[in-house]
Nanobody, 123 residues
């Protein structure tokens, strides 16, 4: 099992910045990908940013250079620095971990989600 603890949500004015942090504990040796997703009520959860164990980073199309993902492999943390925030960035942001373990003959995978942290962009 992997446990995720998120922090950093809150209320920010348009154009402002916010940094979200996520710390993983438990079976951290199985962690492959870490990242953040977000969800607005009534809509599907969407990828914000993720980074693989090999350092490959993917961002959602809406990010457009405004957000940066940082991963500390030793501390098992992933931070999302969000700049130039817009009202449409308002959502609940979820930390996500994709874990992989086992052997070539039998590989196991699991998705873990944090409880979510609310980000509100409003003047």
């Amino acid at each position: 099992q992997v446990q995720l603890e998120e922090s950093g949500g809150g209320l920010v004015q348009p154009g402002g910045s916010l940094r979200l942090s996520c710390a993983a504990s438990g079976r951290t040796s199985s962690i492959n990908t870490m990242g953040w997703y977000r969800q607005v009520a009534g809509k599907e959860r969407e990828l914000v940013a993720r980074i693989s164990s090999g350092g490959i980073t993917n961002y959602g199309d809406f990010v457009k250079g405004r957000f940066t993902l940082f991963r500390d492999y030793a501390r098992n943390t992933v931070d999302l620095q969000m700049n130039s925030l817009r009202p449409e960035d308002t959502a609940v942001y979820y930390c996500h971990v994709f874990s992989v373990w086992g052997a070539v003959e039998k590989t196991y995978t699991m998705d873990y989600w944090g409880k979510g942290t609310l980000v509100t962009i409003s003047s």
